[in-house]
């Protein structure tokens, strides 16, 4: 008996309906410039996050609208992880730097948040208007405002010591100790750093101003020269004219040469250039000049032509061997 129930049973844990447990989703996140690691979602709406996921706002705050009720705003260059129950009704924030702006109510549970050295319990029923951040300095801020109804207990990471934060409170703890507590510190803001104002400088189009007339160029006055030489030129020359010729030109060259008995030398000199192309052949046959003389005419001398040699036949070459 006991070992056919042995061999039943397995069979039996086969046939049981398997049970997953999927990661309940957060909320709806909306911004421009946020990063989302892990499970998400994606709708026509915005980002579905799911639990396990880690928000980077980046330069611009984050808004997480929760499932439940209210949201979450991530300030800008702020990272956050988030976690939920099975149900999806009690939250957990953790986060190492930045601010939080929490503005929702909480029923018949607790959110939790958690930095590098306290632990922040939000217990229901009552409405949280909350302000949560850690400075540069490590310093962590806290401020309920005044629609807040709910209490908030803070306790140490690394120590014993606890703190509660009620309704319209402002403190800032120091140096990751509750004792060391600035109950609304003067010059500290608690929440997400306003954004960098844009400055815009309004131009107005002037009209533009005319041209300044161009300067009068001063007037040059007339200047009258008298002439040094009062006498009139003399006329002009007509070198045509026989009175015009000197007497040495009057005889020619030849002529004075040979009455004096002399003889005539002439020097010229000769220039030769070459630029390494060949003289223009065309030009040149272009500009002879062809004269028709019946002197130079030859009458051409027709030779007749040679005689053709005989065929010898083949009697006469038998007859060529006896000879």
């Given at each position: 008996m ?5 061999k ?6 086969l ?55 209210g ?42 948040f ?11 029923p ?27 207990i ?5 120590g ?50 005319p ?20 006498n ?7 070198p ?14 030849a ?21 390494g ?22 009458s ?24």
């Amino acid at each position: 008996m006991s070992s056919s129930f042995c061999k039943i049973l397995p069979a039996a844990l086969l046939c049981l309906p398997l049970v997953s447990y999927a990661q309940a989703p957060v909320g709806q996140l909306y911004s421009t410039t946020a990063k989302v690691r892990g499970s998400v979602t994606l709708a026509n709406s915005g980002t579905t996050v799911l639990s396990g996921s880690s928000i980077d706002a980046g330069q611009e705050p984050a808004n997480l609208v929760l499932n439940r009720g209210g949201s979450l705003t991530i300030c800008q260059r702020t990272s956050v992880s988030v976690s939920s129950s099975a149900n999806g009704r009690d939250l957990m924030f953790s986060f190492g730097s930045g601010t939080l702006q929490s503005r929702y109510l909480i029923g018949s549970s607790a959110d939790v948040f958690i930095t590098p050295d306290f632990r922040f319990v939000l217990t229901g029923p009552g409405e949280f208007d909350l302000n949560i951040g850690i400075s540069p300095q490590g310093d962590t801020c806290v401020r309920s405002e005044n629609a807040s109804t709910g209490g908030v207990i803070v306790s140490e990471q690394m120590g014993d010591g606890s703190y509660q934060v009620k309704p319209s409170d402002f403190v800032v703890f120091h140096k990751g100790h509750v004792a060391d507590v600035s109950l609304n510190p003067k010059g500290i803001a608690c929440g997400c750093p306003p954004p960098p104002e844009t400055r815009r400088e309004s131009y107005v189009a002037e009209a533009p101003k005319p041209a300044p007339p161009p300067a009068a160029s001063p007037a040059i006055p007339a200047v009258k020269t008298a002439s040094v030489n009062s006498n009139p030129p003399p006329a002009p020359v007509n070198p045509l004219l026989p009175s015009a010729i000197p007497d040495s030109l009057k005889q020619p060259l030849a002529e004075r040469i040979v009455a004096e008995g002399k003889h005539m030398v002439a020097d010229a000199p000769f220039v030769f250039s070459y630029d390494g192309s060949a003289p223009a052949y065309t030009n040149q046959v272009m500009r002879l000049r062809f004269e028709f003389n019946d002197r130079s005419i030859l009458s051409p001398a027709v030779q007749p032509p040679a005689p053709k040699p005989l065929k010898k036949g083949f009697w006469q070459k038998v007859g060529a061997w006896f000879r």
